[in-house]
């Protein structure tokens, strides 16, 4: 692994060396949203309650003892204890923020304010500072108080209603609400950056979970709405498309795009030129209505081969397809092994393995610094803040 600047340095070389982020932030949205800042190069200070810091420390103990979720979403910063509350801490804040370029916080609705840390007043003071709240609902309406964990917003905002079997609704494996709302949030820094540059002013931004996976849920939403009927559940099968979902038991992928593939499908991996013609099956609507009919042709034409034979024969016909693979077989891709997309990233308890950001720029490698123990930098930010300090 490439050896990294002591925390607290400026990055060289990377886009946001230099940015200074004050982050008042738990469990996942802001904080995916800072992280992705620190690997581009910004130095992260993220603030955390004396005694136990961020909850999210505490979800699981799965990562050499120590959260899943803490050691993805917090490399590359600064831990700093503060009691925010006490005078102490709110004078050390004040202090930072003064230094700041970012300040991004999740506090519960109206903790912000209730501290002095409304982004209309911060940026009375700091007229260049940027300013991003992440919440659940946003800052008004009937819901703008009212708690917000990822799964409640899977379900206000729709998702689950469309996902599950026709039995059962299910959420998403994974915290969707959360990772929506931390990639506008992350986003919308990076545009205020760039704002900022050409006016030499700050801005405030506002990002809701509800908002950030509503804007995700605009499909269903134009479906339903204007098409008047419901989106079905359909299990790993697509909705709206056939042939598209599993085969072989689940073993095997397809999906098909067009009246096109579909005949590709069929003369050349089914073996079944007539189904080309079949009224039943003659438009992707005719296949959604008669899915059921067309699945069983599919598994019986597919039955004889095995799962990697059925994905070469797809493959080789251009039909896209995909294995079923756990997290555990995930992380030995061969597809990301062959382009070297892991990285090892330290922790208190060790070294642990990281995929390298998504956005890859040639010549350039993401800062992926160490996941810090809690409190770790207090002593040396507080000491850097009273060297400045006149």
Not at 78 to 87: N, Q
Not at 125 to 136: E, T
Not at 289 to 313: F, K, N, Y
Request: glycine content about 10%; overall charge negative; hydrophobic content about 40%.
């Amino acid at each position: 692994m490439t050896a990294q600047p002591a925390p607290g340095l400026p990055l060289a070389g990377l886009p946001l060396a230099g940015i200074v982020v004050v982050a008042l932030e738990q469990a996942v949205a802001a904080p995916f949203a800072t992280r992705q800042l620190a690997d581009l190069g910004a130095r992260v200070i993220k603030v955390e309650r004396p005694g136990t810091g961020d909850f999210a420390r505490g979800y699981d103990r799965s990562v050499l003892g120590q959260a899943s979720y803490f050691v993805w979403l917090n490399r590359g910063k600064e831990s700093v204890e503060l009691d925010v509350k006490s005078a102490d801490g709110q004078a050390a804040l004040a202090a930072l923020l003064a230094r700041a370029d970012v300040f991004v916080q999740n506090l519960a609705p109206g903790a912000a304010e209730r501290l002095g840390l409304g982004a209309e007043g911060l940026r009375a003071r700091h007229p260049r500072l940027i300013c991003c709240s992440v919440s659940g609902y946003g800052p008004d309406g009937p819901y703008a108080g009212k708690k917000a964990y990822d799964l409640l917003v899977q379900c206000e905002a729709g998702l689950l209603s469309v996902t599950g079997t026709p039995e059962e609704p299910c959420k998403a494996g994974i915290s969707v609400a959360d990772i929506a709302a931390g990639m506008y949030a992350y986003s919308g820094v990076l545009t205020a950056l760039y704002e900022r540059e050409r006016t030499g002013r700050g801005s405030s931004l506002e990002v809701s979970l509800l908002d950030a996976l509503g804007e995700w849920m605009s499909q269903p939403y134009y479906y339903t709405v204007y098409g008047e009927q419901d989106v079905r559940r359909t299990g790993a099968r697509h909705a709206s498309i056939s042939p598209y979902g599993p085969y072989l038991g689940g073993q095997v992928f397809l999906g098909l795009q067009n009246d096109r593939e579909w005949a590709v499908l069929c003369e050349r991996v089914l073996g079944r030129p007539d189904l080309v013609t079949d009224e039943r099956f003659a438009t992707n609507p005719d296949r959604v209505a008669h899915d059921g009919e067309l699945t069983a042709i599919i598994e019986a034409a597919l039955g004889s081969m095995t799962p990697d034979e059925v994905v070469a024969r797809l493959d080789e016909a251009g039909i896209a397809s995909a294995r079923l693979r756990t997290p555990a077989e995930f992380a030995a891709h061969p597809q990301l092994t062959a382009r070297d997309r892991w990285r090892e990233v330290d922790t208190p308890a060790g070294p642990v393995r990281a995929l390298l950001p998504p956005v890859s720029v040639p010549g350039r490698e993401a800062a992926m610094g160490a996941v810090p123990a809690l409190g770790q930098h207090t002593d040396s930010v507080l000491d850097e803040i009273l060297r400045r300090t006149p």
